[in-house]
């Protein structure tokens, strides 16, 4: 039992760190960002390249440039294709159709180019677990958990404390006053997705460890997504508990039985069933900003 | 089978599928991204009524058409009821194509991720082609109809649609039955003209798919989407030999249409007979019909 809560919370952890992402651009521009999930994937590639194909980097120099790399890429992206329409004030339905664009576009392209192969990033710690009484704790899954809360910590840090951070929570609110008070929106935004992407990055070379690289592993972000709503889309706390919260439940179900079937193979039915039956009863989520429709 | 007739009878079947969605997400502006579910319960109703129970194709239609409005009471029912908007219905209905896709996967009558191999070719060119022309002009009638009206309302604005006194959950959930009810036709005969479906035919891409049709081809038309759907079915295969790059100048020219024309082709406009004629005499220079204007199409 406390084995699965252990891996729950492992995969979690991952999960809060990609619905963070989701929740930081929604709470500014108020659509889903379903192009996170390619610049995740792409995070993967970058460090793959580094470590494994041409540089053969140890393991954190390559984390490092694939958050860098996917954060650029991730700032491209927003200039390419949101900013028009950003400023043209067009239906978050317009953002989200266009980053559809943007992940079929960049994962056919991988197909394109790398290929479908599933790649391997090298283990980074040699002796892989721990055991402690009958528990086994994954060393890279203890890191994952460790470095995706102090960065989770340090971004809260970064919010609170910074006057980036001030007018990042000021324009969750109401970007008009943030821009009438003087504010560069396109430089917030600028900064936004660059924190967002590098998050993703960091995410995605964890996934790239703990499972493989491949074009179509962003579909794992979908789970985070999930993760995000649950939470309350726009909410960093609730993008935590429910990246966490999901983490655990698929960890839950992966090992209960009924009638000697396991549940595993349904699994991503009762996420989603969990999903739908917490938006009926709490239609914004867990910590989700009610929005009052107005005249 | 030759080859155009398949592309053709592919196209139809697109449409048909769209069109439902561009009743649904085109008007009241709800969207979906689990289509693709009530498709893959039309196909395997259809196909399975065919196959192990030897009726006709007529029948399978039908209880495809049954199956899938019932499915798409059990999502749109305690959503629809919740008042969940945008993003959350959006999410709401991927998770429902997810979970119908992973039940297909298990049940025993569907033969798991194996699919059903050696369905009966019966969807020909002709009868696709029918059920298309009979789709458009049961949507169109749809919306000049008493809903289609308040569907048209809603769309406009929803507050402002319920104080004149819509019910709002009554007039959207009919308006997605309506549009379960050509996903349901549209399985059917894609199961009848593949002649194998399997669950991984259906997935949240395949949704997404008709939801980009109708954005692209202008939310609120109907003329619009069935453009929008024929050329992304036709498109492709055009492409056939670039087969990788496919996808790649696909989500390219997705980006490049909502950032250059966000309304999409033709966003709250029909192609009519009348516009039509009007853009002929632009054409060629002739000046406009006496009256034209005053006389443009209502739909």
Request: with cysteine; aromatic share 10%; hydrophobic share 55%.
């Amino acid at each position: 039992m406390l084995q699965t809560i252990i891996t729950g919370l492992s995969i979690g952890s991952v999960y809060a760190l990609m619905a963070v992402g989701y929740s930081l651009v929604f709470s500014v521009l108020n659509f889903s960002n379903f192009a996170h999930g390619s610049i995740i994937t792409l995070g993967a590639y970058i460090a793959w390249a580094v470590m494994v194909q041409y540089l053969h980097l140890p393991f954190l120099p390559a984390l490092l440039i694939a958050m860098a790399g996917s954060g650029v890429l991730a700032f491209l992206n927003e200039r390419i294709a949101y900013s028009t329409l950003r400023r043209r004030r067009a239906p978050s339905l317009y953002l989200m159709i266009s980053a559809m664009g943007v992940s079929i576009c960049l994962q056919n392209l991988l197909y394109a180019t790398v290929g479908a192969k599933l790649y391997a990033l090298p283990a980074v710690f040699v002796e892989d677990s721990w055991n402690v009484g009958e528990l086994t704790i994954s060393r890279m899954d203890l890191f994952a958990f460790a470095f995706s809360a102090v960065t989770i910590a340090l971004l809260n840090l970064v919010l609170r404390r910074t006057r980036v951070g001030t007018a990042i929570r000021a324009a969750s609110h109401d970007m008009d006053m943030v821009a009438v008070l003087g504010v560069n929106l396109d430089v917030l935004v600028a900064i936004l997705f660059l924190i967002a992407g590098a998050l993703g990055g960091m995410a995605g070379v964890f996934m790239g460890v703990k499972y493989m690289v491949y074009p179509s592993m962003g579909w794992i972000t979908n789970k985070a997504y999930i993760g995000a709503v649950i939470g309350g889309l726009g909410s960093l706390p609730g993008a935590i508990i429910g990246g966490l919260f999901l983490g655990l439940l698929e960890a839950l179900v992966s090992v209960t039985e009924i009638g000697g079937q396991s549940l595993s193979t349904y699994r991503d039915v009762f996420s989603f069933g969990i999903l739908v039956a917490l938006l009926i009863v709490r239609p914004t989520g867990l910590f989700g900003r009610r929005v009052e429709e107005k005249l | 089978m030759d080859y155009a007739a398949a592309i053709f009878t592919n196209a139809a079947i697109y449409i048909i599928a769209t069109m439902g969605l561009a009743i649904f997400t085109g008007y009241t502006g709800l969207f979906s991204l689990g289509h693709a579910a009530f498709m893959a319960v039309g196909a395997y109703a259809a196909a399975i009524c065919t196959h192990f129970l030897k009726l006709p194709l007529a029948v399978g239609l039908v209880v495809g058409i049954i199956l899938a409005v019932l499915s798409s009471l059990i999502i749109g029912y305690p959503t629809l009821r919740a008042r969940l908007r945008s993003d959350y219905f959006a999410i709401a209905t991927l998770g429902f194509g997810e979970a119908v896709k992973v039940l297909l996967e298990n049940f025993q009558l569907t033969q798991g991720s194996r699919g059903l191999p050696g369905i009966q070719k019966l969807s020909t060119p002709l009868l696709t082609g029918l059920f298309m022309i009979l789709s458009v002009w049961l949507a169109r009638n749809f919306l000049r109809s008493n809903y289609g009206r308040k569907i048209i309302a809603i769309g406009q604005d929803h507050v402002a649609a319920e104080m004149m006194g819509i019910n709002l959950f009554r007039v959207q959930l009919r308006s997605l039955f309506f549009s379960a009810v050509l996903a349901g036709v549209a399985g059917g005969l894609f199961a009848h003209y593949l002649g194998f479906i399997q669950p991984s035919l259906f997935t949240g891409s395949q949704s997404s798919m008709l939801v980009i049709a109708v954005v692209t081809g202008g939310m609120g038309s109907i003329t619009g989407p069935i453009l929008a759907a024929l050329l992304f079915a036709t498109i492709p295969e055009a492409l056939r030999l670039a087969n990788m790059w496919r996808m790649v100048t696909y989500g390219a020219v997705l980006v490049a249409i909502m950032v250059l024309r966000p309304q999409g082709i033709l966003g709250y406009r029909e192609i009519t007979f009348a516009s039509l004629a009007r853009f002929g005499r632009r054409l060629f220079g002739l000046p406009p019909s006496p009256g034209g204007e005053s006389r443009k199409a209502v739909s």
